[in-house]
């Protein structure tokens, strides 16, 4: 079990130190989901290791005839569904295995929130989750890596003591937002950054 007070990692480093190309691929996630450094990205995929795995482990236990995996096989499903890293009515085993890291990046608090219009950039959007700027189903939320249910994601808004709660914040993105694509903003505001540098 070990000390309650030294916590275990909840992620696996690489295992080799010096590759290129995962290099480059985990500096382009960090870069395009704000991420803090690869820790993040290395429990992101961490995690989705350990829901595979449990997958494939219980596929296995079906094939033997094991009536037992097929609840826990529908409770997986039913978990992942409301967690929204599957997406659909009639999933099944396999598309768990289809699952990709996107699926577990995609469903953390500081993505939603960009996706949502709520933050200019995925990097705005962490530091408007960690000043208390956000609250999920009225309470305040200042984890970025929080998984944001379905449920839960109607209910993300501005907390209603932030200054961001005021349509007129400076820092608060226009409702055109809303209906753009990822780059179509992520072109937006570089634009708008490179105007105020010609007018510094």
């Known amino acids: 079990m070990g000390d309650p007070k030294f916590s275990r990692k909840k992620y696996q480093n690489p295992p080799h130190p010096w590759q290129a190309d ?3 691929t985990e500096n382009d996630y960090v870069r395009h989901y704000g991420l803090k450094n690869k820790k993040e990205f290395w429990k992101a995929k961490s995690n989705l290791k350990r829901i595979r795995g449990q ?4 596929q296995a236990r ?7 995996a097929t609840k826990e096989i529908e409770e997986l499903l039913s978990m992942l569904h409301r967690k929204g890293y599957l997406v659909g009515e009639n999933v099944g085993i396999n598309d768990v295995l289809d699952l990709e890291v996107e699926n577990i990046l ?22 408007f989750i960690t000043h208390g700027h956000i609250r999920v189903k009225g309470r305040r939320t200042t984890v970025p890596s929080y998984i944001v249910s379905r449920e839960d994601e109607s209910a993300l808004e501005y907390h209603n003591n932030s200054p961001l709660s005021d349509e007129l914040h400076p820092e608060r993105p226009g409702d055109e937002a809303v209906g753009m ?3 179509e903003r992520m072109q937006k505001e ?8 010609r007018r510094r």
Do not use: C, F, M, W
């Open 55 to 58: 997958a494939r482990h219980l």
């Open 190 to 197: 570089e634009e708008r950054q490179n105007y105020h540098r």
């Open 62 to 68: 079906l094939r033997y005839g094991d009536k037992q």
């Open 106 to 127: 995609n469903r953390r608090l500081q993505t939603v929130v960009y996706n949502r219009g709520l933050a200019r950039t995925p990097k705005q959007s962490r530091q």
């Open 181 to 183: 694509s990822v780059e």
């Open 22 to 24: 995962r290099i480059n």
